[in-house]
């Protein structure tokens, strides 16, 4: 391919996906999604209400964009004992086997998000470093 019909724009891709582990858990693998910036606007127009006070007010839905976001960034997950759980947010697990996995869900990630400080920062961290999506296929 010569230099000079060589584009940008048909070289960026809106999302690229790279399974990674958890630091700390042996054996909990996420597969993430970078996002571009094209892709977080996008969610966060969809997320924005403008109301009218006098003059226009926008007005963000953070359950809305959280929502969005984790659609978008968590894409799966293996291996999250109900002891990572335990570990990670405040959870009453009964008489239940702590090796029992917790399966992927989105609503599973969205919870997890909103519970756990320690995942959403590392999920915040992981999926807005473009260098882990640049590399090999493991973080």
């Known amino acids: 391919m010569s230099d000079n019909k060589l ?3 048909s070289l960026l891709v809106p999302s690229k996906e790279v399974e990674v582990d958890f630091p700390g858990f042996e054996g909990f693998k996420l597969k993430l999604s970078f996002l571009s910036r094209e892709t977080l606007v996008n969610m966060r127009k969809k997320a924005t ?18 929502k969005l976001y984790v659609e978008a960034c968590i894409k799966s997950w293996e291996g999250l004992t109900l002891e990572y759980v335990n570990q990670l947010a405040p959870v009453d697990l ?6 029992d996995t917790l399966p992927f869900t989105q609503e599973n990630a969205l919870y997890l998000m909103k519970a756990s ?23």
């Open 7 to 9: 584009s940008l724009k």
């Open 49 to 66: 209400k403008v109301t009218f006070k006098g003059r226009p007010i926008e007005e963000l839905n953070e359950d809305l964009f959280l």
């Open 94 to 99: 009964g008489d239940a086997d702590l090796s």
């Open 117 to 139: 400080s320690v995942f959403d920062q590392f999920i915040t961290e992981t999926v807005s470093e473009l260098g882990n999506f640049t590399k090999s296929n493991k973080v």
